[in-house]
């Protein structure tokens, strides 16, 4: 591969392949039912009948309201309780404080699928089923690991004489963080947001043991219900799934370098 | 990102900040929070867990018996249990392989100068952030028996479709590649970023002591990638062994429990069988398994990344 157009045309192979999957999704959701013609095929004809019924069964729009309002929770208390949780993990290193880093981060490798017959039980005794508050509490504590390890290791970056000339100042610890280490938090918030974000919006493991009634469903709940029920008609199903994908997708397009970035570095940093 | 390390000030600072040194106990109230949350959905189920897992709870009643170690037992006994367990680490294992082999030479090739590698990166990287139960669907169009798109190309050869996903010698391993090809952008990212920070002058060094393309891989890039490959080979080991939605999507496991995972048994025994105790006691083994995996690979390639 010394030559320069080789590498080009190399790499556009290589994109080439990997957009197979999703030239198949779209054919498929744009063609009739009764259209026997192979899925290479692009339609001939502009057909949107899949999308407006799969819209319709699946209650789509119920589910992307759902999808919305449980994301935008679930965000504005992972940020707030895990940027002040991993303020005094970074600066105050007692032993203490040591083990419960360990702690929190130590659940990173453990899949939360594993407690998932107590959880359930558990949601259960306490009325967390099919509830917004419910879903958005487990994912909450489910992402918090990643969470603060990523704050604590940005925060250990930010000089501690900061701190300091802000008590010189007078403020008091609680008001330093807030005026001093939370505005410096930006970069890492974006990331923070990113990362658990996309694992949110995009769940299926919780929401459909916990989110089972139709009006409670999230897109990948609706969609695998969906599923479930039109087997048969690859239209509708691929039309749906084309609709929950595409929301990500667009935004992923457009700000791809944050996330690249940011899905990379919960990795990077460890 | 590795280069933060650098930035950092130097380590005596933390001494001479003798006045931060001493943590008020009050302020430690700002991780409370998350330490309750944590009491209460992770450390207590986990504990009931294990009393549930004694038990021959069906998942619903009131009632119900301790009946000692039976569900470990019969995980022994159960023929299924070991195919499944087989599954989950082929593919843990497997696609852990698979994604760092294509993403390492992802990544090699895109760090060239081409033209269109940011195109290719774009695409590359795309099914990480789509959601896996989705792309799980997405594959299914195309492996399907009746009407898939692989099927339409097989037909112009062959009278029969193949029924790829009821194959269960096959299908596993068609989960396996779907599992990589839709994760293997977070290792190319990995490996990309720990090809920038080795410095220019090792290749050149390499060059002046003779060493050919072949030569400058394996004792320059192949060592310095050693972090890289850590990370990347622990957080596809830990997705792998967890795999549930493309299983669920793809063959929900099936035919019988021919293509589960362990997470997709248990959530059958559980919510199909309603036999509660049993799957605690899977999700159990669950826990010890890929805690074990990973733990001993995390443990392997640190120590390898110190002594090349």
Known sequence: ?270 | MQTSTELRPPAPNRRRTGKLAHSPLWLNLLYVPALALFAVFIFYPFYKGIVISFTNWDGFSQEYRHIGIANYKRMFSDPDIANVIKNTLIYGVGSTLLQNLAGLAYALFLNQSIRTRGLARTVIYLPVIISPLIMGYIWYFFFQYRGGALNDIVLLFRNEPINLLGDPGINVWIITFVNTYQFLGISMVIFLAGLQVIPKDYYEAATIDGANAAGKFRYVTWPMLAPSLTISVVLNLIGGLKLFDVVTAMTNGGPGYASASLSSMMYQLYFGRQDAGYAASLGNLMFVLISMVSITALVFLRRREVSP
């Open chain 1, 1 to 270: 591969m010394r030559n320069r157009s080789g590498r080009i045309a190399l790499s556009l192979l290589i994109c080439l392949i990997h957009v197979l999957p999703f030239y198949v999704l779209l054919t498929s959701s744009f063609k009739a039912m009764d259209d026997p013609s192979s899925k290479w095929v692009m339609p001939g004809y502009f057909y949107l009948d899949n999308f407006t019924n799969a819209w319709k069964e699946a209650n789509l729009g119920r589910a992307f309201t759902n999808n919305i309002a449980i994301l935008v929770g679930a965000i504005v208390l992972i940020v707030i309780i895990g940027s002040i949780a991993a303020y005094p993990l970074a600066r105050y290193k007692t032993s203490w404080n040591k083990f419960v880093y360990a702690l929190f981060v130590s659940a990173m490798i453990v899949p939360p699928l594993t407690i998932l017959v107590p959880l359930y039980k558990f949601m259960v005794d306490i009325g967390g089923m099919n509830s917004f508050w419910g879903i958005i509490l487990l994912h909450v504590t489910f992402n918090l690991p990643v969470t603060i390890f990523l704050y604590t290791g940005f925060i250990d970056t930010i000089p501690k004489e900061l701190d300091e000339a802000a008590m010189i100042d007078g403020s008091g610890k609680l008001r330093m963080f807030y005026s001093v280490i939370l505005p410096l938090l930006k970069p890492v918030t974006a990331t923070v947001i990113i990362l658990t974000g996309v694992t949110i919006w995009n769940d299926y493991q919780f929401s459909v043991f916990f989110l089972q009634q139709p009006d409670s469903r999230t897109i990948t709940v609706a969609l695998s219900a969906f599923f479930g029920q039109y087997n048969n008609n690859i239209g509708w199903v691929a039309a749906g799934s084309l609709m929950g994908a595409v929301p990500v997708a667009g935004v992923y397009l457009f700000l791809q370098r944050y996330f690249i970035h940011g899905l990379s570095s919960g990795a990077v940093k460890g």
